[in-house]
C-alpha cells in the first residue's frame, strides 16, 4: 500500500499557467462552438485552472496499471444480433427537426 | 387529511382501502406543485392533465381491485428522461423545444407499475452541475432556505421530495447528482449499481458514470421504486442482466455484526466541522444497533475528482456531438454555411457550464493529449477501484459524510467552476467504480440538513437499503419537513 499525502483539501493554484487565446479558439473550433468575444478570457481562465487541477493525476504512479473500459469487472459492452428491430417512424422523429423537407433534413448548401 | 405526508407505502394501502381515490392524491400534489412553483422553481414542466386522466384510470383499475405495485401513486420526473409526447429540455435552451418521441426504460416501468407522472423537474443543464444553478429555466431553491441553493443536479427532484410536493421523483447520479442534492434537501436519495437500471431514454452526459436512481423521503420509498425501475433492458448495451431482488423484502433485517468501513479520506480536511458531528452521532446509532466500525484508508481516493473531470467532459464532449442544429433542438437563425449552422447553434443552445465541459473533454481527447490526460484518469479509475475492493474485502459497507457542508448560498461558487465540482469530493468514487450509494438525512446544523452517505460493493442496494431503513426507524430526522411546507 502507498500512500501520496494526498488530502481532500485541495490546493487550487491561483496562477495556473495560461492556456492561450489562440488555443481557446482552436478548442472551441474542435467543439464546434461559436464563443463571443467576452467568453473567450473566462474560458482562458477557467480552462487553464481545470488543466492545472487535473494535473494532480500526474502523481499518481500508473506504470504498470491497466486503463479502465468498464464500471464492472469482467463485463464488456453486449452485441446483439445484426437484424432489423425498429419500425420506420421517421415522421413522428422529424417533428423536431428545424427543418423538413419530403421526408428529408434541411442544411445550408454543402456542395456548390 | 395531510396527504402530503404520508409514505408511498401508507398511500398505497389508503388508495386500495378506498380512504382517498387517486384523482385526489394526483390533485392534492398538483395543487402543491402549482403553489410552491413562484417560490421553489422545482419544476419545469407540469402535466395536469395527462395526470389526471392517467389518475382517473388508475381508478378504475384499484376499484377493479386491479392495477400494479404503484398504481395510483403520484410520481415526478427528473427532465433528463424522454417522456412520449411531452416536453424533455434536460435544463437547457438547445432542448426548450424538444417534445420526446418515445419514453426512457425507466418512465415506461413505472407507468406499468401504475405510477402517475406529474411534471418533469428542474436540474442543471444536461445535468452538469452541483447546486442547480445552470438550469436555463433558473436555479431551484433550497426549501429548507431559499436563498440556498438544493444541490444538483436533480435539484429540483430532491427539493420537490424535500417539501413533499410528491412523494418520490426519480433522477439520476454521474458524479453525485443524486446525493449531494438528497444530503442538502434533508431527504434519501439512491444512486444504484452502474447497468441496474437502464439508461435508455435517458440524455447522456457521462456514458461510463450515468446512472438512474430515485429520491424519495424514507428508504422503504425508494426501495418500492427502485424496485420497479431495476432490471435489464436490451435497449441500453451496458444494461446488466441479472434478477432484480425483491428490496422491501430484506428492509428491516438485523444490522447486528455488519461492518461498517470509516473512509479515513473522507474524514480529513475540509469536513465541516458540525457536519462531521452528525455523521460521527449516527455511526453511533449504528454501534448501538449491533454493527461494527472500523476505520479503512483508500489512498488513491482524493485522485476521484481529477480524475473525473477528465473522463466526465470527455464523454460529455463525445455524447453532446449529437446537439447539431439539425435533427433536433435549437437551430441559430440565417446560417452561412453547415459549419457557421453547427457552431452558432451549439454556441447559442448550451449554457456556460455546458460549453466549458465540452471544451475541457475536446481538449483531453485532442491530438496529443489523450495519453497524458484520458488515459491516464481512466488508469487513476482503475487504481480507485481497486481500493474499493480492498476495502470490500475487509468491511460490508463502507459509511462517511455525502457533502462537506451543508447548501450553501445561490451565487457562492457560481465564479469560480473548481470550488464548485470540490462539492462532489465523496460521491465521485462510487461513480469511477460504478458502486452503488446512497444518502440518508442524518440531522441538522443551524437548521439545515447533513447526510450521511453509505456505499456498498457492486449490486448491494439490498444491504444500503437495509441499513438506511434500519437507521430510520431508530431516528425521525427523514421525517423532518420544512415549516412552510408542513
Known amino acids: ?112 | 387529511m395531510k396527504i402530503h405526508t404520508l409514505t408511498l407505502a401508507q398511500l398505497s394501502k389508503g388508495l386500495r382501502a378506498r380512504e382517498f381515490s387517486s384523482v385526489d392524491l394526483v390533485r392534492g400534489f398538483l395543487d402543491r406543485i402549482d403553489a410552491h412553483q413562484p417560490t421553489l422553481n422545482a419544476m419545469i414542466t407540469v402535466m395536469r392533465d395527462q395526470a389526471l386522466s392517467a389518475a382517473e384510470a388508475a381508478d378504475r383499475e384499484l376499484a377493479a381491485g386491479r392495477g400494479g405495485p404503484l398504481a395510483g401513486l403520484p410520481i415526478v420526473h427528473k427532465d433528463l428522461f424522454c417522456t412520449e409526447g411531452v416536453l424533455t429540455t434536460c435544463g437547457s435552451h438547445m432542448l426548450d423545444n424538444f417534445v420526446s418521441p418515445y419514453d426512457a426504460t425507466v418512465v415506461a416501468k413505472l407507468k406499468a407499475a401504475g405510477a402517475i407522472t406529474l411534471a418533469k423537474s428542474n436540474m442543471d443543464e444536461f445535468a452538469m452541475g452541483s447546486s442547480n444553478e445552470t438550469s436555463y429555466f433558473g436555479p431551484v431553491r433550497n426549501p429548507w432556505n431559499t436563498d440556498l441553493v438544493p444541490g444538483g443536479s436533480s435539484g429540483g427532484s430532491a427539493a420537490a421530495v424535500a417539501a413533499r410536493l410528491v412523494p418520490a421523483a426519480t433522477a439520476t447520479d454521474t458524479g453525485g447528482s443524486i446525493r449531494q442534492p438528497a444530503a442538502l434537501c434533508g431527504v434519501t436519495g439512491v444512486k444504484p449499481t452502474y447497468g441496474r437500471v437502464s439508461r435508455y431514454g435517458m440524455i447522456a452526459f457521462a456514458s461510463s458514470l450515468d446512472q438512474g436512481g430515485v429520491i424519495a423521503a424514507t428508504a422503504a420509498d425508494a426501495a418500492l421504486i427502485l424496485r420497479e425501475m431495476s432490471g435489464f433492458d436490451a435497449n441500453d448495451s451496458t444494461s446488466v442482466d441479472m434478477p432484480v431482488p425483491d428490496y422491501m423484502a430484506g428492509l428491516d433485517a438485523p444490522l447486528a455484526g455488519m461492518k461498517i468501513g470509516l473512509l479515513k479520506e473522507f474524514f480529513d480536511k475540509g469536513l465541516d466541522a458540525e457536519n462531521e458531528k452528525r455523521i460521527r452521532e449516527a455511526l453511533a446509532i449504528y454501534e448501538r444497533l449491533g454493527a461494527t466500525l472500523r476505520e479503512v484508508s483508500l489512498p488513491n481516493l482524493p485522485l476521484s475528482v481529477p480524475a473525473y473531470y477528465v473522463v466526465a467532459p470527455a464523454e460529455c464532449s463525445s455524447n453532446l456531438a449529437r446537439f447539431d442544429g439539425v435533427r433536433f433542438g435549437h437551430r441559430a437563425k440565417d446560417p452561412r454555411d453547415l459549419m457557421d449552422l453547427y457552431k452558432r447553434s451549439r454556441g447559442e443552445g448550451f449554457g456556460a457550464e455546458v460549453k466549458r465541459r465540452i471544451m475541457t473533454g475536446t481538449y483531453v481527447l485532442s491530438a496529443g493529449y489523450y495519453d497524458a490526460y484520458y488515459l491516464k484518469a481512466q488508469k487513476v479509475r482503475q487504481l480507485i477501484s481497486a481500493d474499493f475492493k480492498r476495502a470490500f474485502s475487509e468491511v460490508d459497507v463502507l459509511m462517511g459524510p455525502t457533502t462537506p457542508t451543508p447548501a450553501f448560498p445561490i451565487g457562492a461558487k457560481t465564479s469560480d467552476p473548481i470550488t464548485m465540482y470540490l462539492n462532489d469530493i465523496y460521491t465521485i468514487g462510487a461513480n469511477l467504480a460504478g458502486l452503488p450509494a446512497m444518502s440518508i438525512p442524518c440531522g441538522f446544523t443551524a437548521g439545515l440538513p447533513v447526510g450521511l452517505q453509505i456505499v456498498g460493493p457492486h449490486f448491494s442496494e439490498g444491504k444500503l437499503l437495509n441499513a438506511a431503513h434500519v437507521f430510520q426507524r431508530e431516528t425521525d430526522w427523514h421525517t423532518r419537513v420544512p415549516e412552510r411546507f408542513s
Open chain 1, 1 to 112: 500500500m502507498y500512500d501520496f499525502g494526498l488530502s481532500f483539501a485541495f490546493v487550487v493554484s491561483s496562477n495556473p499557467m495560461l492556456l492561450t487565446r489562440e488555443q481557446i479558439e482552436n478548442i472551441a473550433h474542435l467543439a464546434r462552438l461559436a464563443l463571443q468575444p467576452a467568453e473567450l478570457p473566462v474560458y482562458q481562465q477557467s480552462l487553464s485552472a481545470i488543466f492545472d487541477f487535473v494535473g494532480e493525476l500526474d502523481r499518481a504512479d500508473t506504470a504498470n496499471v491497466a486503463p479502465m473500459a468498464h464500471p464492472l469487472p469482467g463485463l464488456s459492452q453486449r452485441l446483439r444480433p445484426d437484424v432489423v428491430t425498429e419500425t420506420d417512424r421517421h415522421e413522428v422523429y422529424q417533428r423536431n427537426a428545424p427543418q423538413v423537407a419530403a421526408g428529408l433534413y434541411l442544411v445550408p448548401k454543402v456542395i456548390e
